[in-house]
C-alpha cells in the first residue's frame, strides 16, 4: 500500500466546514490502495469543535502534530474588553464593511499586509524542519496540502522541492480573488507577495484540485494550469436509507451551520413576511429554523421584518445531531456569500442537502456552481439574489405542495458526490504522474 503525508490545519476535534473534506477522504483512501498520513498543529485555536468527527476516522491512522503558535491569541489580548469577554475573536474577524470599529480594520491590515500569506504563517519553517526527518524515515509516495490556510501549501512546497516528491496542492477556497481579500487594506507590496505565492504554489505542485467550475477557470485563465475538479461531497451512512424519514409537521424552512453576517437575505425575509400579511394559514404553519452560529444582523433582520414569532433558533449542535433536522425538513435554505464572486462559492453543506433529498431553496448567482448542480440534480428551487418574484414563486410552489403532502423532489445522479466515489476521484490524483 502506497502512503500520501496529508498537511491540514483542520483536524478533529475541528468542526466547522473546513475539517470534514479530508475526514471524508481519509475515511475511504485505504480501500483505493492508499495509507493517510496526517501533519496537523498541536493545541490549534479552532473557532468552533465537534468531537463526534473522531469517529469518522479509522482509530489506527498514524497523526503527526506540532505546537502552532497561533498569532490570532495576541490579538484577544489586545483586544477591547467586551471582546474579550465574549471570547470571539473570530467573530471579530469575520466583521466587514464601512461600520467596523478602529481596532477591527486594524486587525484585517495587519493580517493582510503582515501575516502573509495567512495568520498560520508562523508554522510553515518549524512544520519544515519538524516533517524533513519523517520524510526521510517513512518514504511517503505523495504528499497533500490542503487549503486555507494556505502557508500549508508552502510547506508542502518546500517537501517537493528537498524531496522530489509527487505533490498535490488541494484549494477548498481561492487564494488572492477570495473576497475578504478587498477588507485587508493590502499594500501594492502585500498584493504582489500574495499573487507570487500563489503563482509559486500552483506552477510547482504536480497537481492542483479545486472544488468547483469556476475557480478551475480562474486558474487555467491565469496561470493555463489545468487543475482538477473534486467536490466537497457528503458521507453517505449505512442508516441514511434504513431511517424512516419523519418530516417536520410545521412548514419549516431549515438552515444549518454558520448563517455569516454576508449570508442575509432580506430578499427571503421580505417575501416570507409579505406571505404571512396575506396568508393566515401559512404564517401558522411557518418555522424559520438555524441551527449554528447566527450573524447578529441576520437575527435583527428577521425581527425587522416582523418574522420573530416564527423563528426557532438552535445553537451550535455537533454534525451527527444535525442529522435530524436534515431529513426531516420541508424546506433546506441555502443562502450563498453576497459578494462580488459569488459564482465560486461551493459550500460542503450543499452536498450535506443533496444527500437528504429534501427540497432546497437556493439563494445564489443562476450562473454559478452551486445553481449548476442544483439543476443538474434537480435538487430543488435556484434564484437570483433580490429576485423577489422567484422567491416567492418558490415558497408558494412548495407551501402548497406541503399541505398536499406531496413536497418532495426526486433528486438525481447525486451519488458521484457521495465520499467514496470522490476518494476514487482523489486516489487516482494521488497515482498521477508528475510533471515533466
Known amino acids: 500500500m502506497k502512503k500520501v503525508l496529508i498537511i491540514t490545519y483542520y483536524w478533529p476535534p475541528s468542526g466547522g466546514a473546513g475539517v470534514q473534506r479530508w475526514v471524508r477522504f481519509v475515511k475511504h483512501l485505504r480501500s483505493f490502495g492508499w495509507e493517510p498520513v496526517i501533519y496537523a498543529p498541536e493545541s490549534p485555536s479552532y473557532a468552533l469543535e465537534d468531537i463526534s468527527l473522531v469517529n469518522e476516522i479509522p482509530c489506527d491512522v498514524k497523526v503527526y502534530k506540532r505546537k502552532i503558535r497561533e498569532v490570532n491569541n495576541l ?28 481596532f477591527q480594520k486594524l486587525v484585517w491590515f495587519i493580517r493582510g499586509n503582515f501575516f502573509i500569506p495567512d495568520a498560520r504563517f508562523l508554522w510553515i519553517k518549524p512544520s519544515i524542519r519538524f516533517l524533513n526527518p519523517i520524510l526521510e524515515k517513512e518514504g511517503f509516495d505523495a504528499v497533500v496540502s490542503t487549503g486555507p490556510p494556505h502557508s500549508l501549501h ?8 528537498k524531496h522530489d516528491i509527487h505533490w498535490i496542492a488541494d484549494f477548498r477556497d481561492p487564494w488572492t480573488s477570495m473576497d475578504y481579500m478587498d477588507d485587508m487594506f493590502l499594500t501594492e507590496f502585500a498584493k504582489k507577495k500574495h499573487a507570487r505565492l500563489e503563482k509559486k504554489v500552483i506552477m510547482n505542485a504536480d497537481e492542483v484540485v479545486v472544488v468547483g467550475k469556476t475557480m478551475f477557470n480562474e486558474f487555467k485563465g491565469n496561470y493555463n494550469v489545468e487543475s482538477k475538479i473534486i467536490y466537497n461531497g457528503y458521507e453517505k451512512k449505512a442508516d441514511d436509507a434504513s431511517t424512516p424519514i419523519e418530516l417536520d409537521e410545521k412548514f419549516t424552512i431549515v438552515h444549518i451551520g454558520s448563517f455569516l453576517k ?14 404571512c400579511k396575506d396568508n393566515v394559514l401559512f404564517k401558522e404553519r411557518l418555522e424559520i429554523r438555524l441551527i449554528g452560529n447566527v450573524a447578529p444582523n441576520v437575527l435583527e433582520s428577521i ?41 465560486f462559492v461551493l459550500t460542503g453543506k450543499l452536498f450535506e442537502y443533496l444527500k437528504s433529498k429534501r427540497p432546497v431553496l437556493l439563494l445564489a448567482p443562476s450562473y454559478g456552481d452551486a445553481a449548476d448542480i442544483i439543476e443538474q440534480c434537480n435538487a ?49 490524483v494521488l497515482q498521477g504522474n508528475k510533471k515533466d
Open 75 to 102: 490579538f484577544a489580548k489586545l483586544s477591547p474588553k467586551r471582546v474579550r469577554k465574549d471570547n470571539k475573536l473570530y467573530n471579530l474577524q469575520q466583521q466587514k464593511g464601512s461600520n467596523r470599529s478602529f
Open 380 to 428: 430543488g428551487y435556484c434564484c437570483d439574489f433580490d429576485d423577489g418574484k422567484a422567491i416567492k414563486d418558490s415558497l408558494l410552489t412548495m407551501f402548497n405542495l406541503y399541505l398536499e403532502k406531496k413536497n418532495n423532489v426526486n433528486s438525481v445522479n447525486i451519488e458521484r458526490f457521495s465520499g467514496y466515489e470522490l476518494t476514487r476521484k482523489m486516489a487516482e
Open 154 to 161: 508552502l510547506i508542502a512546497e518546500n517537501l517537493k522541492k
Open 303 to 343: 425581527v425587522n421584518f416582523g418574522l420573530n414569532n416564527n423563528l426557532n433558533k438552535i445553537d451550535y449542535i455537533p454534525f451527527e445531531e444535525t442529522q435530524k433536522y436534515l431529513f426531516g425538513a420541508q424546506v433546506l435554505l441555502l443562502p450563498i456569500d453576497r459578494i462580488e464572486n459569488a459564482a
Open 262 to 275: 454576508n449570508r442575509n437575505c432580506n430578499d427571503l425575509w421580505e417575501q416570507l413576511a409579505t406571505l
